[in-house]
Structure formats: C-alpha cells, structure tokens
C-alpha cells in the first residue's frame, strides 16, 4: 500500500511482472557474478533480480546486447503508454480522489521502470543509461497534446521526477558519480521544435510537477514519502537505510547542479537542518578522492568547487525560500578551520 498526495486513503497497488509484458529475453546472461537481492515482498524480489540479471546480460558492447536493451526500454515504454491511456478514460471520480488513484496505478505500471533505474544507477554501462534516458523522453511525451484537466495530465513527470533522484540517491550511496554524469548530461531529443535539444536535467518543470501541486516544497515532500516508502530501492545498498537523509542530500546535490547549469530550481534542502547533509558537506571539505568526481559531475577543478558551492548558497539564502526559513549549511561550512583563517588573514591584509 502506498499514501498518496492527499495522504488520506491507502491504494493497492501491484507491480507488472516481466512475463506479463509477454517478452523474454533471447541472449544469455554473462558468465559473470549477478548480485542476488533478497526481500519480504518475493514478487518484487523476483522483479529486481531479474532487472539486474537484465542490465548484466546486455551490457556488453556488441549489436546484439545494445539491439535487446533497446528493445526492452520501447516495450517498457509503449506498455506505459498504453496503460497511460487506460487510466486517463478508466476513472471518473473528483479530481481529489481522482488524481491519488491516477499516480498509484501510474508508479505501479512503471514499477519496473524505476527498477531498471536504479539498477543502471549502480551497474549500468554508458550506452545503456543513454538509451534509458530516451526511454524517460518517451514517458515525457505521454504529457504533451493532452487536454483536459492539467494536474492528471501531467502525472508521467512523476515517474521521471522519482527516476532522477532514484539516480542521485544511488550515486550518493556507492559515492561512484560517473554514472550520475551520464544520466544528467545525456540530452532528450524532440522535446523542443527548434533550439538545442535539452538534457534531461534541464526539463525542470517536473520538478515543479502540476501533478503535485506545482510547487516544490509539495513536491519533493512527496518524493521524500515515495522513496521511503520503495524496499526494493534499500535493498540495493546499505547505505539507503536511512533514506530521508540522502533525499536531502540529493537535494542538496541537484540543487547546486542546476544552479551550476542556470537551471531555475528551489533548495529544499534548505528547509532541513544542517545535520541532514554533513556527511556530503565533510567529504567535499576532506575527501580528495570524493571532490574529484563531484568536481567532474560539475566539470570544473577540484580546486574551485567549494568556491563554486558557496557562491551558489549565497544565491540561495538572498533568493529566501518563501515561508520556511533557511534551516541549513551557511557559507562558512564548505571549507575547513585553516581555510577560513587563511581567508580572514587575506581580507585584513586587503
């Protein structure tokens, strides 16, 4: 059972199955070591081993393997779409009861969708995160040329909302950002008529979903009780036991990457206290090995990223965050006791 936006009325909800898409996969899984996920709920465990059985099986650079994950990512997608259309003309309550029912059976035909998510965010090779990011394009694309009422028409972006921090959080987790980079960084092609076609990233009116109201602080509440709520994604790395906490985390991450990238976004992470992101915060300050691939995600030098992260906080708390009160890091917590002596030293001198 899962609580939905009006955080009223529980909705069943159950997951399709890979058989059920009337597919099977016609190459042979490696001779490699596949991680094995055990969980309470054996249907969904059944769901994600095979999805990491999947990743492995077509992850090797020949036709043949790119030919079949490409192939899975359109039945995952043409099968969303299908249900999409069933949805939209199968109910015909309220909006306020309509719109929970609409999310709920739209995350439970996307199940395995934020599956393969999250296991390409741990095990996926570059062209396979490419081609699911087209895949997600696609979903997008359910949301255009509709009419009628815009909050249930907009309900795909939630499933992307959930994939791109599903992504982040698992990137926070194994602390190996080279597959978050691909993922951000690949662009979403037909988007846009004319222009240069955007990445994903850039699409951030999901993250301002009319599906959840439209604004951000209703949205990424939602996010924080859907992630919570999602086993299978804690049963892929240990360090997602407390996942409220890497939320904010991934907040903090994706706010200063679209701020980096001119992106109009609002820092929720903001609104919780500091302790929330100090784990982030201290190994940017100490972690040589760990500034330099957040430094890559960012593509600038180790050296100017915390400088970076500043400027941009500075931005954040002079913007204000409407009714909340900035609750988190200041400026001052991005470099180390030395750093900021060093720094006093210089301003006097100046």
Not at 129 to 154: N, Q, R, Y
Request: glycine share 4%; hydrophobic share 40%; with cysteine.
């Amino acid at each position: 059972m899962i609580y939905l936006p009006s955080f009223k009325k529980p909705v069943t909800i159950k997951p399709v199955a890979l058989n059920e898409l009337g597919e099977q996969l016609s190459i042979s899984i490696p001779d490699v070591r596949v991680p094995k996920i055990e969980l309470e709920e054996k249907e969904q465990e059944k769901i994600v081993n095979d999805t990491i059985k999947f990743v492995f099986g077509t992850s090797p650079k020949d036709a043949l393997s790119k030919s079949e994950f490409e192939k899975r990512c359109l039945i995952f997608a043409r099968h969303i779409g299908e249900k999409w259309e069933e949805i939209l003309t199968s109910s015909h309550h309220p909006i306020e009861e309509k719109l929970p029912e609409v999310i709920a059976k739209m995350e439970a035909e996307s199940f395995r969708l934020l599956v393969l998510s999250g296991v390409l965010a741990i095990y996926g090779t570059e062209e396979q995160i490419k081609v699911f990011v087209e895949t997600l394009s696609e979903v997008l694309k359910l949301a255009k040329g509709k009419s009628g009422i815009v909050a249930i028409i907009a309900v795909p972006e939630v499933i992307v909302l959930l994939t791109i921090y599903i992504f982040t959080l698992l990137a926070l987790a194994t602390r190996d950002f080279s597959r978050l980079k691909v993922f951000t960084n690949t662009r979403v092609y037909g988007w846009v008529y004319d222009g240069e076609p955007p990445k994903i990233l850039a699409l951030n009116h999901v993250h301002y979903t009319s599906a959840l109201t439209g604004h951000a602080d209703k949205v990424a509440d939602f996010v924080r009780s859907r992630l919570e709520s999602m086993k299978w994604l804690k049963s892929l790395h240990p360090r997602l036991e407390n996942i409220q906490d890497v939320q904010i985390q991934a907040s903090f991450l994706l706010s200063m990457l679209m701020r980096h990238n001119d992106i109009r976004t609002w820092p929720d992470f903001g609104r919780w206290y500091a302790q929330r992101i100090t784990s982030i915060v201290e190994r940017i300050k100490y972690d040589d090995q760990y500034v330099k691939q957040i430094a890559s995600l960012f593509d600038v030098q180790s050296k100017d990223l915390r400088l970076k992260f500043s400027e941009y906080l500075t931005d954040f708390r002079k913007a204000g965050m409407a009714q909340y009160h900035w609750e988190s890091i200041s400026q001052k917590a991005l470099f180390t006791p030395e750093e900021l002596t060093k720094m006093k030293e210089e301003n006097l001198g100046d």
